[in-house]
């Protein structure tokens, strides 16, 4: 009795506290002057996505007031139609209420400052002055953050990640997009390009990919992967493969991410095991970033992850078995995301409302020093008078 009484104090010891009371504990000095006194205002959120732009009017509590969208221009459009986009969607929303700062989540490389976009690879911009283009266009201050930044802080303020202050969120896509969260503060690298996983090898003379080298991580587990390997098992005519092709009437460019977590959940084997197989390598993944990195907590976002334990499961196995000193040490959390594709939207609206309270306060500061001025004058014309 008493033995399993003081393992289960051990435990508790390892546990986390509860999520609603440890932000406002464990967050830095620094931290808790920016968020925590950050005016509760609605502030607009925007996330530019390949295919869509969202945007939403957020409170200060995470809700959504508003959303609307619009299509993602084409890559072959100037960059001013995106910031027309952005522009008419953020006036839309002006119209019925009170829009205080707009925070952009942008799928790209955005500078340490956060003010200029070096390269997004769904559209046009090539070290893009964003920030400032829109700030003279809207009138309101603006932020603009790569969207996995937005999204890990999205999930940290209100989602998945609350009361976790070292945090990684990784996004599986098509590709692995990737933030650290670091005593409540996004690490965004010197040159703001930090959390890109996806391209760590992990099979060394692995799957080609796209950025040029072979086996990066997000060839073996991201949305691409999965396609990948079921349309091999399809083409290849497998007996495994029976069950999707007959699904897809045998047009192997059919099979889709979501088509084969949904037949995996109907029992379907091969769907299931590639499953597994993504979940696998990100256990293995996140074992490497836990060895570099030593967050309490890594947060599974992006559209994979709507496969839940399928996914989760495999990969909480492969993390344990892979994790350096395992067995010594306190294991890091892995837990499925909560805001679901509203992530980014949400985080850069919260991230926008830390700059609205800089531009009021040089506000303040602009009119305390005319407020010293006019009474240096007011005792200076006295003087003169007397
Ligand atoms: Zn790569």
Known sequence: MSMYR???DRDRLYRRPAPSASVLRTVSTRERRSHLSAPRVPTVGIDIGGTKVMAGVVDADGQILEQ????????????????DTIAELVLDLSDRHD?????????????????????????????????????????????????????????????????????????????????????GQVKR?????????????????????PCGNRGCWEQYSSGNALVREARELALAESPVAYGISERVGGQVSEITGPLITELARGGDAMCTELLQDIGHWLGVGIANLAAAL?????????????????????????FRRHLTGRGYRPEATIAKAQLGPEAGMVGAADLARLVARRFRRANRRRLERYERYERAADNLRRAVGQ
């Open 99 to 183: 829009v205080h700062a707009v925070g952009i989540g942008a799928a790209g490389w955005v500078d340490a400052d956060r003010s200029r976009v070096l390269f997004a690879p769904h559209l046009a911009w090539r070290d893009e002055p964003l920030k400032d283009a829109l700030t003279a266009r809207l009138a309101v201050p603006v932020m603009v953050d790569n969207d996995a930044n937005t999204a890990a802080w999205g999930e940290w303020r209100f989602g998945a990640g609350r009361g976790e202050d070292h945090l990684v969120m990784i996004t599986l896509g098509t590709g692995i997009g990737g933030a650290i969260l670091e005593d």
């Open 189 to 209: 690298g010197k040159y703001g390009v930090a959390g890109e996983f996806g391209h760590m090898q992990v099979v060394p003379g692995g799957h080609r990919c």
């Open 294 to 318: 030593d967050p309490g907590g890594f947060v599974i976002g992006g559209g994979v992850s709507a496969a839940d334990e399928l996914l989760i499961d495999p990969a909480r196995d492969a």
């Open 6 to 8: 003081e393992r289960a």
């Open 68 to 83: 609307v969208r619009a299509e993602t221009p084409e890559k072959s459009k100037s960059p001013k139609v995106v910031e």
